[in-house]
C-alpha cells in the first residue's frame, strides 16, 4: 500500500514564527502536492512538484514556499506564519497513474 | 469556466438506505474520474477512479460511481449505507490536457442516521 506521512498531526505555532511541515512518500512516485482544506473552500493546491528540486506554484501560493531535495520528501515551509494560514494542511503524491495518495494532514493553528 | 460541482452539500440517509451522491463536471473532453472519502480529522481515501471503459466502475467499501458522459456526471452510489460511512465525500477529476493536478468538488458531507 502507498504511505503518505506527514510529520505532525497537530501544530501550534506563534505569528510570525518559521513554520515546517514534512512530507514523505514511500512509493517512489514522481510527483508530489500541498493543499490546504478550509470549511467552504474546499481542498486548494498550494504547491506541487514534479521532479526533485522541481516546483510548480499552484493556487494559492502566497505565504508558502516549498522544498524538494529528495524524491520522497516535500516540505511546506511558511517563512512567517499568520492568523489567516491556520488550516487543515494535506500532501499528497501520484506516480503514472493520476490518482493521488494523502496523507493523514496536519491541523496547523497560528496564533 | 472548467469545474466540479458536488450540488449537495450536506446529506443524511438513515442506515441501510441506499446513496447516490452526485457530481457534474464542465470539461470538454472525458477526463479522468475520481471519487474520494475523508473521515473527521483524517486525510483523503480514494474510493474509486473512472478512465475509460466500462462506465460502471466498483470501488472500496462497497461504492460504485457510473460515468454518464451525455449528463457529464460521475455519480456515487452504494445500495446501503453503514454507519461508518458517514464522511465528507469528494469527486475529483484530471482533465486530459492537465498533467497530474486534480480539481476537486466543494465535497458532500453525509450523515448517517440509525
Known amino acids: 500500500d502507498v504511505k503518505v506521512t506527514q510529520s505532525s498531526r497537530y501544530l501550534v505555532k506563534r505569528t510570525g514564527e518559521k513554520v515546517f511541515l514534512e512530507c514523505v512518500q514511500d512509493?517512489?512516485?514522481?510527483?508530489m502536492f500541498w493543499y490546504r482544506q478550509d470549511p467552504g473552500l474546499g481542498l486548494r493546491l498550494i504547491y506541487f512538484s514534479y521532479d526533485v528540486k522541481m516546483k510548480e506554484k499552484g493556487d494559492i501560493p502566497e505565504g508558502y514556499s516549498v522544498s524538494r531535495e529528495k524524491k520522497e520528501r516535500f516540505s511546506l515551509i511558511l517563512e512567517s506564519a499568520s492568523t489567516n494560514q491556520t488550516s487543515m494542511y494535506l500532501c499528497a503524491s501520484s506516480g503514472l497513474t493520476y490518482e493521488q495518495y494523502f496523507g493523514p494532514g496536519t491541523r496547523l493553528t497560528v496564533t | 469556466a472548467q469545474s466540479v460541482t458536488q450540488p449537495d452539500i450536506h446529506i443524511t440517509v438513515s442506515e441501510g438506505a441506499s446513496l447516490e451522491l452526485r457530481c457534474n463536471y464542465s470539461?470538454?473532453?472525458?477526463?479522468?474520474l475520481f471519487w474520494y472519502v475523508q473521515s473527521p480529522g483524517q486525510g483523503l481515501q480514494l474510493l474509486l477512479k473512472?478512465?475509460?471503459?466500462?462506465?460502471l466502475v466498483q470501488g472500496i467499501k462497497g461504492f460504485e460511481a457510473e460515468f454518464k458522459r451525455s449528463q457529464s456526471s460521475f455519480n456515487l452510489r452504494k445500495p446501503s449505507v453503514h454507519w461508518s460511512d458517514a464522511a465528507e465525500y469528494f469527486c475529483?477529476?484530471?482533465?486530459?490536457?492537465?498533467?497530474?493536478?486534480?480539481?476537486f468538488g466543494g465535497g458532500t458531507r453525509l450523515m448517517v442516521k440509525p
Open positions: 475529483a477529476v484530471v482533465p486530459n490536457n492537465a498533467g497530474n493536478m486534480l480539481t
Open positions: 473512472y478512465f475509460s471503459g466500462d462506465t
Open positions: 512509493m517512489d512516485h514522481e510527483n
Open positions: 470539461y470538454g473532453a472525458t477526463p479522468y
